[in-house]
C-alpha cells in the first residue's frame, strides 16, 4: 500500500531552518511528482513546491517562498525533503507531501493533481 510519511517539523524562530522529510513506502517515489503544501487555520490549502520524477528533474516553488526554500530528493532513501530557511511567522502551517501515481513529465502545485498524502507535520514560526 502506497503510503507517505512526513516528518521534521518543530518549532523555529524567524529566520531559522528547518528540514522536512517525505518518506514513501510500497511504491518507487522517484517515478512519481511530489509537491509540498500547507494549511494555515482558516485558509485553503496551499502548493508551495513540486518536483517531476527523477528522469525529468525539474522543480518549481510559490512565489513567497522562492530563494528560500528547496525541494530535493534522495532517491536511495526514497525520501523527498523540503529545505526551509528565513522562516517567517506566516509560514506557520501544517506541512503535507503528496505524490500523483501516473508518473506525469511536469509537477503542479494544484492539490487536484496528487493523489496519495501524507498525515502532515506542524511547523511554527515564533519568538
Known amino acids: 500500500q502506497a503510503q507517505l510519511v512526513e516528518s521534521g517539523g518543530g518549532l523555529v524562530q524567524p529566520g531559522g531552518s528547518l528540514r522536512l522529510s517525505c518518506i514513501a513506502s510500497g511504491f518507487n517515489l522517484d517515478k512519481y511528482a511530489v509537491a509540498w503544501f500547507r494549511q494555515s487555520p482558516g485558509k485553503e490549502r496551499e502548493g508551495i513546491s513540486c518536483i517531476t520524477k527523477s528522469s525529468v528533474d525539474f522543480t518549481d516553488y510559490r512565489v513567497s517562498v522562492k530563494g528560500r526554500f528547496t525541494i530535493s530528493r534522495d532517491n536511495a532513501k526514497n525520501t523527498v525533503y523540503l529545505q526551509m530557511n528565513n522562516l517567517k511567522s506566516e509560514d506557520t502551517a501544517v506541512y503535507y507531501c503528496?505524490?500523483?501515481?501516473?508518473?506525469?513529465?511536469?509537477?503542479?502545485?494544484?492539490?487536484?493533481?496528487?493523489?496519495?498524502w501524507g498525515q502532515g507535520t506542524q511547523v511554527i514560526v515564533s519568538s
Open positions: 503528496a505524490t500523483e501515481t501516473i508518473g506525469y513529465s511536469y509537477c503542479s502545485l494544484n492539490n487536484l493533481e496528487y493523489d496519495v
